[in-house]
């Protein structure tokens, strides 16, 4: 009988380290998409609180900064990252599994920033995107979540089909950055 393996979206393609910017993959963590129902936006936002110790995260930012915490994903939509969701959340909101749709990158170094800027239309300078800022946004040509985690430090989540071709850019992207600074 033949034996399965689960590995990860870029499994052999990382860690890379080009021109001191550092891009890995982050382990496999739970993901759940927490959308909340018509009217229960302030009885989700005392459950996350009493499950999970988080708060609802405003338009463009995350809550939270351990081991678990919850990323805006959109218009009334938010992705809990790093713990199980509560079954006590199923009451107020739906609860999507998503720890399968999607690869998580970290890219990280002093010129991570500039990598990005090759990628993204995104303004990545301090005052427009400080840590714990996040966005819905594209990367090259792929819908991706950017999330800035540390002060040189930025994840990157795409879909898990994707995964190869995200690295790929983010390479390309890396490389260049690193011969201009040679």
Request: glycine letters at 10%; aromatic letters at 4%; a neutral charge.
């Amino acid at each position: 009988m033949t034996e399965l393996k689960a590995l990860s979206p870029a499994a052999g393609l990382l860690p890379l380290n080009i021109g001191g910017v550092e891009l890995r993959e982050d382990e496999m963590r739970a993901l759940t998409l927490i959308a909340p129902y018509k009217g229960q936006e302030a009885a989700l936002a005392k459950a996350l609180e009493a499950a999970h110790g988080l708060s609802w995260p405003a338009v463009g930012t995350t809550s939270g900064s351990g081991a678990a915490r919850l990323v805006w994903f959109g218009r009334g939509a938010a992705l809990l990252v790093g713990a199980e969701a509560s079954a006590k959340l199923a009451k107020h909101a739906a609860l999507t599994d998503q720890t399968d749709a999607w690869s998580c990158l970290t890219l990280e170094g002093a010129g991570a920033r500039d990598v990005l800027a090759r990628l993204t239309p995104l303004d990545m300078r301090d005052v427009a995107f400080p840590v714990g800022s996040t966005a819905r946004t594209e990367v090259f040509h792929m819908a991706c979540s950017v999330t800035r985690v540390g002060p040189q430090s930025w994840q990157i989540m795409g879909f898990r089909s994707m995964a190869k071709t995200l690295v790929h850019d983010l390479k390309t992207a890396m490389e260049g950055v690193a011969a201009r600074a040679g």
